[in-house]
């Protein structure tokens, strides 16, 4: 069965520190994996997503990713933390893309002036 | 622009009411989907439809029941057999494998 595990339920980074998410999945098949943030009171945006082709990801907002397969893992990275990036950041796992997602139990990020 | 609307964005239920969130979309997206999200816990799916006149249950469906009658509307309505009804509700589309499109999410809180 799929799952998601993020490790840190809560992560604080000084405003210009690389920002360091973690994001490990099990997937019988190659997944499709994505990562959304939530800004409060509000619906999930598509941050980026792999889909089986390049392993290092460029999504929105100066974010990327790199799915590593032997270490069954997905983490999300910033090299320099904005204010703007303070949210809740999941990340989700599908089998083939066209079946459930499933999410992660979410990071809350925090960004120190 | 293309989009989900939810409505309401707060909605307040008494004890042993039924009450309808609504979901529309314009993305012409086929697939549509509900999930519930109460703190720490992420997003739980409810019901899920890949096209008009079908559905199928998530993993948390007691208490929920779906309609989908036009590929636009996928309205969700709370039951009173739903005893800890108080979450964020947020509906969601697909189209191909691209992942998900949300909306902004309708608060339900019961007084």
Known sequence: AQSVTQLG???SVSEGALVLLRCNYSSSVPPYLFWYVQYPNQGLQLLLK????????????????????????????KPSAHMSDAAEYFCAVSDTGYDKVIFGPGTSLSVIP | DGGITQSPKYLFRKEGQNVTLSCEQNLNHDAMYWYRQDPGQGLRLIYYSQIVNDFQKGDIAEGYSVSREKKESFPLTVT?????????????TRQGAGGYTFGSGTRLTVV
Request: with cysteine.
């Open chain 1, 9 to 11: 339920s809560h992560v």
């Open chain 1, 50 to 77: 792999y889909t089986s082709a390049a392993t290092l990801v460029k999504g929105i907002n100066g974010f990327e990713a790199e799915f590593k397969k032997s270490e069954t893992s997905f983490h999300l990275t």
């Open chain 2, 80 to 92: 009173s057999a739903q005893k800890n009804p108080t979450a964020f509700y947020l509906c969601a």
